[in-house]
């Protein structure tokens, strides 16, 4: 697609809920990243998949949070049993390399009430 | 381990106003060094950004000089426009191999400018 696409747009979760966010990265695009950006913050990174290898997951804040990304496209961010600190928008990223600027999705507005 | 330390907002400034935001950084080793900006309702994207000292970013009429003696990466604009308002991000990515992809950023500056 033209850009990275995030569903769903905003999301509110019972505490206790699990949530799927999932992320159409640039057709083509090797690397994808998540971010989570709390409000009032700048966004931090999550965890970083080559293809549907996921190199890096040393952001992820807890083993309740999960990603895959099992045909090397699209990505889901799963949040099992969720809280209230879990509360952010939750960004997607991609790019064809590391290094020179990523293409960010318009993100995830997570509310878990 | 790193960190990006930018001016606080919100900058409230009419039209055709000089602009500054101020960015400074912590890194080991020679970061590139980025600015995003975030408008009401869209994705961060990518402003600008240089990979080596004395490199100067330049899109939109927006610059920014990395300067490796002072760490600073501030974003200027000689004249702004309503449409510049929104958040703008320094970020910088780690230097040569390693964790290079991995974005640190700043807590955003909101820019508003008035007619």
């Known amino acids: 697609g033209a850009g990275v696409s995030q569903s769903p747009r905003y999301k509110v979760a019972k505490r206790g809920q699990d949530v799927a966010l999932r992320c159409d990265p640039i057709?083509?695009?090797?690397?994808l990243f998540w971010y989570q950006q709390a409000l009032g913050q700048g966004p931090e990174f999550l965890t970083y998949?080559?293809?549907?290898?996921?190199?890096?997951k040393s952001g992820l804040p807890s083993d309740r949070f999960f990603a895959e990304r099992p045909e090397g496209s699209v990505s889901t961010l799963k949040i099992q049993r969720t809280q209230q600190e879990d509360s952010a928008v939750y960004l997607c990223?991609?790019?064809?390399?590391?290094?020179?600027?990523?293409?960010f999705g318009s993100g995830t507005r997570l509310t878990v009430v | 381990g790193n960190s990006v330390t930018q001016m606080e907002g919100p900058v409230t400034l009419s039209e055709e106003a000089f602009l500054t935001i101020n960015c400074t950084y912590t890194?080991?080793?020679?970061?590139?060094l980025f600015w995003y900006v975030q408008y009401p309702g869209e994705g961060l994207q990518l402003l600008l950004k240089a990979t080596k000292a004395d490199d100067k970013g330049s899109n939109k009429g927006f610059e920014a000089t990395y300067r490796k003696e002072t760490t600073s990466f501030h974003l200027e604009k000689g004249s702004v426009q309503v449409s510049d308002s929104a958040v703008y991000f320094c970020?910088?990515?780690?230097?040569?191999?390693?964790?290079?992809?991995?974005?640190?950023f700043g807590k955003g500056t909101l820019l508003t400018v008035n007619p």
């Open positions: 990223a991609s790019s064809l390399a590391v290094g020179g600027g990523y293409t």
């Open positions: 998949f080559q293809n549907e290898a996921q190199l890096d």
């Open positions: 890194a080991t080793g020679y970061p590139s």
């Open positions: 057709s083509g695009h090797v690397s």
């Open positions: 970020a910088l990515s780690p230097g040569g191999g390693g964790s290079n992809y991995k974005l640190t």
